[in-house]
């Protein structure tokens, strides 16, 4: 027969209340009493459920993820490490979708999650002051992906460092017109790391004496085809480049397909470098800089538990390394050697 908290409470001679608080450790239970419970939950065999620890403790035992989009490979990838560090503690992901305008005015509007969830992460989506300002008084613990804000921990890359590395290797094989291919749609959002990797793109063509030139930079919807147009549009020009730095991985593969399909040679006519290592990007032979993507759901997920356990009090911006992977998608331009 299945053992109860009633069980409990009447062998101890106690009620279920005492049992409760004794069992997980809360305050204003006597050191007698709680040895008494103990025993006799350990001669019943009882077993605390999951839901009622959740009910004595107040606690949902599940954390909220919000993000613009869930189907992309980034946002997929931080889901899946922030679930492994979840399903560890027992507990859940509830998945919020705000990339519409409606959906999102309605989620800091509402806050929908305010006593659903005991957390929430944010996934790269940029906070203006009014949104970050309906999250401050929450009473739980937010942490911030692929971004930073003051007040709140975060787990981000470097994105200025990263895109100057990126095409500081351009520049190392002797190149001088590289191009920048970008997203228009995240520029629409206003996402930040694509506003970083462009700045960090001009800073690195500066640095080593080079003026951007605004009909290298050049933008398209996110993906193959966005990729694939904006490329097109580089070529279509007078006087195109002989490298390419791509804000994402996913940009550059469309933009491999229109090279190709101008009978271009990668890398002997045009290099390019990419951002994120992508699943695919080996396949690709696709030079990049690449992220611990997986790894930073996973780190944000433990950031907020340590929050959420108050083993840690303060705010935190943690930034995660990226490295070079050089592959073969760049070489040195043509008339000089490696």
């Not at 206003?190 to 050049?218: H, I, K, W």
């Not at 990049?288 to 340590?306: F, I, S, Y």
Request: aromatic residues 6%; hydrophobic residues 40%.
């Amino acid at each position: 027969m299945h053992t109860t908290i009633h069980d409990v409470a009447a062998h101890a001679k106690v009620s279920t209340a005492t049992v409760s608080r004794a069992l997980r450790g809360m305050p204003h239970v006597s050191e007698s009493t709680r040895a008494r419970v103990m025993a006799s939950a350990r001669d019943l065999n009882y077993v605390i459920s999951s839901a009622a620890s959740g009910l004595a403790s107040g606690r949902t035992k599940t954390i909220g993820v919000a993000a613009p989009f869930m189907s992309r490979w980034f946002f997929g990838e931080v889901l899946e490490g922030i679930e492994d560090v979840l399903r560890a503690g027992d507990m859940d992901v509830l998945l919020y979708n705000i990339g519409s305008a409606n959906r999102r005015g309605r989620f800091f509007g509402e806050l929908p999650m305010r006593r659903r969830v005991d957390g929430l992460i944010v996934l790269a989506l940029p906070l203006s002051s009014d949104e970050l300002t309906a999250l401050r008084p929450l009473p739980m613990p937010v942490v911030l992906v692929g971004l930073c804000a003051d007040g709140f921990s975060s787990v981000r890359i470097d994105d200025i460092s990263t895109a100057t590395r990126a095409t500081q290797h351009l520049i190392d094989l002797g190149h001088q017109r590289i191009a920048l291919l970008g997203d228009s749609r995240y520029e629409s959002i206003a996402f930040r790391n694509s506003a970083e990797r462009r700045y960090g793109y001009r800073v690195a063509l500066m640095e080593a004496g080079l003026t951007p030139d605004p009909a290298l930079d050049v933008s398209g919807p996110f993906g193959l085809a966005g990729g694939s147009a904006a490329m097109a549009e580089l070529f279509g020009t007078d006087n195109p480049p002989t490298a390419v730095f791509a804000e994402f991985d996913e940009m550059a593969y469309g933009g491999l397909r229109t090279l190709r399909k101008l009978g271009l040679r990668v890398p002997d006519d045009v290099s390019i470098i990419g951002v994120d290592d992508h699943e695919m990007a080996d396949m690709m032979d696709l030079t990049t800089m690449r992220q611990p993507v997986h790894d930073q759901g996973r780190q944000a997920a433990q950031l907020l538990l340590e929050l959420l356990d108050e083993r840690r009090t303060e705010p935190v911006d943690i930034v995660m390394p990226t490295e070079l992977v050089v592959r073969g998608t760049t070489g040195p331009t043509r008339g000089t050697t490696p």
